[in-house]
C-alpha cells in the first residue's frame, strides 16, 4: 500500500487498538518505571482505542486529512498514563506529515521528535528510545512506505530488548519497558496493514520478581485535558515540572492533555486553572509501593445524559459518566469513574449504545482487582428506579440482585421530537418500539402514558427535557389523577438535551 487512506488508518487503529487489548496484562506485568502501578499496558490499549472509535466514527469518503486529524485528536482526549499520553503525541507527529502525503519514512521521524519534547525529564531505556530507533530505522531505510514500515517494526522489537541496559530499574526487575512494549505492538500493527506483513508480536515476559519501584514523593497521579492558550503553557510545564515528576504536557491548537506525579493533587489542579479551563480531572492515589489505590466499600457508576439527571444521580451517591444524547462516552472516562467509585461497582447504563463501551471499560478495572456488574438498564427511568433499591449495607451479590430486580421491572418510553419537523413528526416509544405518532408533544404523551398504565402500574416517573412544553409534566399529572387516581406519579426535571420526555412505568 503506497498510501494510507482512511480505510487504512482506520485499519491500523483497529489492529493496534485490539493487539493492545490481547497483549493488556503481560504490559503490565512489565510495568515498573516510572511507577510500578501495573497500568500502562491498560492506558495504551485504552489510548489507542479511543483513536480507533474516533476514526470508525467519521464518513467512509472523508477526506485523508481529516482522518488523522481525528486519529490524532482521538489518541489526545483518550489518553492514559504517562505511557499513554506519549504515545499520543507520537500520533500527532505522524498525522501532521501524513495528512498531506505519504512520506512515512519523515512521518516516524516527526513522531520520534514530538514525543521527546512532551516528557519534561526524558530517560533512555523507555518508549522514547525505542520511538527513536524505529524512527533511526526508517531514515537509513530506502523504498516505499511498505519497507519503511517494515524496518520501523523490527528495530522497535530489537530497541525494546536493549532497554534493559539502559535503565537500571529495568534490568534489576528483569523486564524490557513496558511503554516500549506497547509501541513495539503499534508500530507492528502499521507495518502489517502497510507492508502486509501478519504476524504477532509477542511481548517479552519478565526474567526475574518485579520490584515495586516509585520516584521520591509522588503520591498522586494527576490527569487532565485543558483547554489554555499555546503560550500559557510553557508557564505550566515549568510550575507541574516543579512541584513532581513524570511530566508529560502534549497537544497544541488550544487542547493539551496534562499528566504528572505528585504530592499534593490540589496545587496541580490549581496550576491548570491558572492556565486555562481543565477539565476530565482525574486524581488517582498512588501507594508507597507505587500501586493504584481504590477506595474501599461499594459504589453506583451512572452513565446519563442530561445535567438534571446527572445531578439527581449524584445526590443519590452515584459517580456520573455524563454524555450528550446520540452520543458515546469515552471508555476512559468509564474507566475513570469505576475506579473512583470503589471496590465494588455497580454500573447503571442509561441506553443500550453504551453497554460496548461500558464492558470495555469494567473489563480493564477488573485487572485493577475492581469487581465490577453491569446492570442490564436500557433506560434513564430504569437505573433510576434500581438506584432506589440501591443498599451498600447488604451483601454485592443481593444488591446487584435488588437493582438488576427493579431496572427490568420498569417499562420504559421517551416521546421524540424532530426541532423544526413537521406536525406528524412527533413519536412515542415504548421499550424501544415506535406505537405513537402525533401533532405534538403533549398529545403523544398522553397517548403513551394512557397505554403503558392500562397494562398495570403503580408509580410513573416523568423526567422532563431541555425542549419539553412549558407545564408539560404538571399537565400529563392532573392526566393521570383524573384517569388512574390510585397511581403515584414522580416529576423530576432532566434538562436532557434529547428527548422532551422520558416515561417509567413501575
Not at 66 to 71: A, D, H, Y
Not at 430 to 452: K, P
Request: hydrophobic share 45%; glycine share 12%; charged share 20%.
Amino acid at each position: 500500500m503506497e498510501i494510507l487512506d482512511p480505510t487504512a488508518v482506520r485499519r491500523w487503529a483497529r489492529r493496534a487498538a485490539d493487539e493492545l487489548g490481547r497483549a493488556r496484562t503481560e504490559i503490565d506485568a512489565l510495568n515498573v518505571f516510572p511507577v510500578a502501578d501495573g497500568d500502562t499496558g491498560t492506558n495504551l490499549h485504552l489510548t489507542l482505542l479511543s483513536a480507533a472509535e474516533a476514526v470508525e466514527a467519521l464518513p467512509d469518503d472523508v477526506d485523508p486529512a481529516v482522518s488523522w486529524q481525528t486519529l490524532a485528536y482521538g489518541a489526545l482526549v483518550g489518553a492514559r498514563g504517562n505511557s499513554g499520553v506519549i504515545v499520543s503525541q507520537a500520533l500527532r507527529g505522524l498525522a501532521e506529515v501524513l495528512q498531506h502525503g505519504p512520506d512515512l519514512r519523515a512521518a516516524l521521524i516527526r513522531a520520534a521528535a514530538l514525543a521527546r519534547e512532551a516528557v519534561a525529564r526524558p530517560v533512555e531505556g523507555t518508549v522514547l528510545s525505542v520511538l527513536e530507533s524505529a524512527a533511526r530505522a526508517a531514515r537509513e531505510t530506502g523504498g516505499g512506505p511498505h519497507e519503511v514500515a517494515r524496518r520501523a517494526a523490527e528495530e522497535a522489537r530489537v530497541a525494546l530488548r536493549r532497554t534493559p541496559g539502559q535503565l537500571e530499574v529495568l534490568a534489576r526487575s528483569g523486564v524490557v519497558d513496558a511503554g516500549g512494549a506497547g509501541v513495539a505492538i503499534v508500530l507492528e500493527a502499521l507495518a502489517e496493514v502497510v507492508a502486509g506483513a501478519a504476524g504477532r508480536y509477542e511481548v517479552p515476559a519478565p526474567t526475574a520478581p518485579v520490584a515495586a519501584m516509585t520516584e521520591s514523593g509522588a503520591g498522586y497521579e494527576v490527569m487532565y485535558l485543558l483547554d489554555a492558550d499555546d503560550g500559557a503553557v510553557a508557564a505550566l510545564r515549568e510550575e507541574l515540572d516543579a512541584m513532581g515528576d513524570s511530566l508529560v504536557v502534549v497537544g497544541g491548537d488550544g487542547l493539551w492533555n496534562v499528566h504528572v506525579h505528585v504530592r499534593a493533587a490540589g496545587p496541580a489542579v490549581e496550576a491548570g486553572i491558572r492556565a486555562g479551563r481543565p477539565h476530565r480531572i482525574s486524581v488517582t492515589y498512588l501507594a508507597g509501593d507505587g500501586h493504584r489505590q481504590h477506595p474501599a466499600g461499594r459504589g453506583v457508576v451512572a452513565v446519563v445524559a442530561g445535567e438534571g439527571v446527572a445531578a439527581l444521580f449524584e445526590r443519590c451517591g452515584a459517580v456520573v459518566v455524563r454524555r450528550a444524547t446520540g452520543a458515546l462516552p469515552p471508555v476512559p472516562e468509564v474507566l475513570a469513574a469505576l475506579r473512583q467509585a470503589g471496590r465494588e461497582v455497580v454500573v447503571v447504563p442509561d441506553d443500550e449504545s453504551v453497554h460496548e463501551i461500558v464492558v470495555a471499560a469494567a473489563r480493564s478495572a477488573r485487572q485493577d482487582g475492581v469487581t465490577v456488574e453491569i446492570l442490564p438498564a436500557k433506560a434513564t427511568v430504569q437505573g433510576l428506579a434500581a438506584l432506589a433499591v440501591h443498599d451498600p449495607g447488604r451483601g454485592f451479590a443481593d444488591d446487584v440482585a435488588a437493582m438488576t430486580e427493579a431496572a427490568r421491572h420498569t417499562r420504559y418510553a421517551h416521546i421524540a421530537a424532530r426541532e423544526g419537523g413537521r406536525p406528524d413528526e412527533v413519536v412515542g416509544v415504548v421499550g424501544g418500539e415506535a406505537v405513537v405518532t402525533g401533532g405534538s408533544v403533549e398529545s403523544v404523551a398522553v397517548q403513551v402514558v394512557d397505554r403503558m398504565v392500562a397494562d398495570g402500574g403503580e408509580l410513573v416517573t416523568l423526567v422532563t427535557g431541555a425542549r419539553a412544553p412549558a407545564g408539560l409534566a404538571s399537565r400529563l399529572q392532573e392526566h393521570l389523577g383524573r384517569a388512574y387516581p390510585g397511581v403515584e406519579v414522580v416529576v423530576y426535571d432532566g434538562a436532557q438535551d434529547g428527548h422532551p420526555l422520558l416515561v417509567g412505568v413501575e
